[in-house]
């Protein structure tokens, strides 16, 4: 059992910038897949980033179209820890962010298999 938590969540201005983290208990996270997700009110939880496993010292990114070039998913194993850090951020990244570890990699939520509980992000305009 992986356990999950999200922090890091707040009150931004549209181009302004956040980190939000995802720590681990239970399991290391070094053998599992990492991803972000995010919920906005009356919509769908959706993909928005994921990481691979490290192998070799080097890992892979996905990241959805809407934050492409503007998020960057990393993690830090040593530290069990996932982030994901936000540039010029827009008032529809507004939402709640979950972190989800997965064996398999892929952007469906059925993909993954433990989840953190969220951190709500909120972007000002």
């Known amino acids: 059992q992986v356990q999950l938590g999200e922090s890091g969540g707040g009150l931004v201005q549209a181009g302004g910038s956040l980190r939000i983290s995802c720590a681990a208990s239970?399991?290391?996270?070094?053998?599992?897949?990492m991803g972000w997700f995010r919920q906005a009110p009356g919509k769908e939880r959706e993909f928005v980033a994921a990481i691979s496993r490290t192998i070799a010292g080097a890992y892979y990114t996905n990241y959805a179209d809407s934050v492409k070039g503007r998020f960057t998913i990393s993690r830090d194993n040593a530290k069990n820890t996932v982030y994901l850090q936000m540039n010029s951020l827009k008032p529809e990244d507004t939402a709640s962010y979950y972190c989800?570890?997965?064996?398999?990699?892929?952007?469906?939520?059925?993909?993954?298999?433990?989840w953190g509980q969220g951190t709500q992000v909120t972007v000002s305009s």
């Open positions: 239970g399991r290391t996270i070094s053998t599992y897949i």
């Open positions: 989800a570890a997965s064996r398999n990699w892929g952007t469906a939520q059925l993909t993954y298999d433990y």
